[in-house]
């Protein structure tokens, strides 16, 4: 054989292997740096969530106006994901990702600051609290896509069902951290300062360390070396990526007209009344238990942190399972329709340790639901539209938005006249509509 043709086949195997070790260690920095910085904006809103108690004793916020705080955040971050989902597919989803953690990191810390310096007027609380949502919503579009890209589509129910746990995980950390603070009376200031301070530092070592997709690391090879090794190398990461990239470069005149609306409507609107039971749960559970049950503010914390324990199972076990038995709708609406017991039981019950079991329960039966339309369905609906894959999840997220923003309006009305045990109902009237969506695509389908 030729000295020189030889030499060739040496250089083309030894960047093959150059490049998959740089594709497998880059996965595990991709899940893991886009897992912790989701997680801590779930940090962030569950942190103001459990300082609630301390926002009313001590700093004498109404009732009335945290939930307008709610309804504006929501708001803004049902229109902004949608908004933000165009953006990642024009201008790279790792800039949003980056400007999401440093604008939520800016913007959160923002309100304590605005108390302190004497601010009475409540618009520019809105005002704060609109571009905090704003901020948020860049998490979420910008950190699906760019797993989606390094991850093969015959493996998203077990990676995504994984990685999905984000925001339970956020939602415990965020928990534990105020029970912290609060058990050592630290100051409100300082339940705000530390989230921020934490995304600040993920806002930099996301933007040295994230890259947007795996044809980004092949770009920096030589090209006729790439070309040799693809020619005599059955690796696929790169056969994958390359293939990739020719899709997203090949021009489409009229993308909206490709989608599957009806699909994706349906979902959307699913999810609507899901995350309206999941994000009333997650806004004032502590709350509720400690106006109700007359816990401490610690106490109600650490028992509503179950639902998210129980979430973190739910979706793990969710992907699992969708890996041996891939019926999205059939497990979905099984879960849903069993989630109605538990919030029953959460309704009638009054002991304490019932109410834990039934928490952990719920939690692990909506979050299953939960990560398969939000995170499992939404990206592999948007791998068939890649060039607006941002857009399509950042759309079934944020009209889910929307609708729990617009319900927070209403919980402290409800709650005034009728008392905290009718919400139970609405959230149930929740679920059913959620079920029937699913049913409806089945049937159509």
């Known amino acids: ?23 497998k260690r880059n996965k595990i920095v991709i899940f893991l740096l886009t897992y912790i910085s989701y997680s801590s904006l779930h940090i962030t809103r569950k942190s103001f969530s459990n300082i609630k108690n301390n926002l009313t004793d001590d700093w004498n916020f109404s009732e009335n106006f945290l939930a307008k705080l709610d309804t504006t955040f929501m708001s803004a971050y049902g229109f902004g994901l949608i908004i933000n989902g165009y953006f990642a597919d024009k201008y790279g989803s790792k800039l949003l990702m980056v400007c999401g953690l440093f ?18 007027i409540k618009g520019i609380y809105y005002a704060v609290w609109i571009l905090n949502g704003f901020f948020q ?20 129910s077990v990676i995504f069902g994984i990685w999905a746990s984000n925001s339970s995980m956020g939602n415990i950390l965020g928990n534990i951290l105020i029970s912290i603070c609060q058990q050592y009376n630290l100051s409100i200031v300082t339940m705000f300062a530390i989230p921020s301070l934490l995304l600040l530092v993920l806002a930099i070592l996301s933007h040295w360390f994230i890259i947007q997709e795996p044809y980004d690391i092949i770009c920096d090879t030589s090209s006729s070396n790439l070309s040799f090794a693809s020619n005599n190398s059955p690796d696929i990461d790169i056969y994958a990526c390359r293939r990739r990239r020719l899709l997203d470069d090949k021009p489409d005149d009229n993308l909206y007209s ?12 699913s999810f609507l009344f899901l995350k309206t039971v999941n994000y009333t749960l997650f806004f004032w559970l502590s709350y509720y238990l400690h106006e109700s049950f007359h816990l401490s503010k610690s106490k109600s914390d650490m028992i509503s942190c179950l639902y998210d324990v129980g979430g973190i199972i739910g979706s793990m076990l969710t992907g699992v399972l969708l890996l041996r038995f891939p019926k999205y709708n059939v497990i979905t609406v099984i879960m849903l329709s069993l989630s109605i017991i538990p919030l029953l039981f959460l309704k009638y019950t009054s002991v304490i340790s019932y109410i834990d079991i039934n928490i952990t329960i719920l939690g692990y039966l909506l979050a299953g639901p939960s990560t ?15 060039k607006v894959k941002s857009t399509i999840i950042g759309f079934i997220d944020g009209l889910g938005s929307l609708g729990c923003g617009l319900f927070q309006i209403f919980i402290p009305v409800i709650t005034q006249q009728y008392g905290w045990h009718y919400i139970f109902y609405f959230l149930i009237g929740f679920i059913i509509m959620s079920i029937i969506c699913i049913i409806y695509k089945c049937k159509n389908n």
């Open 1 to 23: 054989m030729d000295t020189k043709f030889q030499s060739s086949i040496y250089q083309g195997s030894e960047v093959i292997f150059i490049l998959n070790n740089l594709i």
């Open 103 to 120: 604008g939520t990191s800016i913007f959160f810390f923002a309100l304590p600051i605005l108390k302190i310096i004497g601010i009475k």
């Open 137 to 156: 919503s860049m998490g979420w579009p910008s950190t699906v896509n760019i797993m989606s890209k390094w991850f093969e589509e015959e493996f998203h």
């Open 258 to 269: 490709t989608y599957d609306k009806s699909n994706i409507l349906v979902y959307a609107l």
């Open 372 to 386: 398969i339309i939000s995170t499992i369905v939404a990206a592999n609906l948007s791998n068939k539209h890649s």
